[in-house]
């Protein structure tokens, strides 16, 4: 089992920034993939970017790059989203999953454990 924690979230203005994190425990050797997903009101869950945990390879969704960042400290068993460039477009309660194989990053369903979430909310 892995046991996942966010926080960072909160209240920022139109053009901030936040840092997400996601501290990983359990059995976070076997971790293949961490992402981070996000749950605007109404909508469904979507994908936000992912980081393979050996390589460190990076992929995101189209309306975040060049704003987003996800990064990892392996040492630490922790993943981090810096988000640049705020828009209030992005509130939403964001959610930072892993699994322990390789999958289709962009499924929500391929993720097998799940972190509490944590709300950022951006105003105009």
């Known amino acids: 089992q892995v046991q996942l924690v966010e926080s960072g979230g909160g209240l920022v203005q139109a053009g901030g920034s936040l840092r997400l994190s996601c501290a990983a425990s359990?059995?976070?050797?076997?971790?293949?993939?961490m992402g981070w997903f996000r749950q605007a009101p109404g909508k469904e869950r979507e994908f936000v970017a992912t980081i393979w945990w050996s390589s460190g390879n990076t992929y995101y969704t189209d309306s975040v790059k060049g704003r987003f960042t996800v990064s990892r400290d392996n040492a630490k068993n922790t993943v981090y989203l810096q988000m640049n460039s705020l828009k209030p477009e992005d509130t939403a309660v964001y959610y930072c999953a892993a699994v322990n194989r390789y999958i289709n990053y962009r499924i929500r369903d391929e993720y097998d454990y799940w972190g509490q979430g944590t709300q950022v909310t951006v105003s105009s």
């Open positions: 359990g059995r976070t050797f076997s971790m293949s993939v």
